[in-house]
């Protein structure tokens, strides 16, 4: 692996957040003052294939990089918060109910947060 893949590893690592690759390079630039977007893509790209990181898909918001770790994700649909929680691996499950075997899944369950649900008073 490069410094630069190193690097960034590191910081997805060490962020208790989920980082957009704007955010990524932001906290890379501090390290590397010469360090441009388009590496920090391709790194980030490397280590998804790698399965050293995780991409987070949002509808409507740039991708997040997460930690490899199996865990799923709740998403605030008014405000986009995201949060992680642990569920049982649902793998053999879903493999039984398909009957193939599969690579991976993604599980994003939407909701409205606290905040969210408590400002949701009756406009009208
Ligand atoms: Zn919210
Ligand atoms: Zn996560």
Sequence with gaps: MTKNGKMIMEI??????????????????????KIVLATVYNNLKRLVDKKLIRRVTLDGSPDRYDKPTRHDHLICDKC????????????????????????????????LCEKCRGKSSPEH
């Excluded at 918060?81 to 049982?88: G, R, T, V």
């Design 12 to 33: 997805i690592y060490e962020s208790a957040e989920h980082l957009t690759a704007e955010q990524i390079f932001i906290q890379a630039k501090e390290k590397a003052p």
């Design 80 to 111: 986009g918060k995201l949060s992680d929680i642990h569920l049982d691996d649902l793998s053999n499950r879903l493999e039984r109910d398909i009957g193939m075997p599969i690579v991976s899944y993604d599980l994003n369950i939407h909701y």
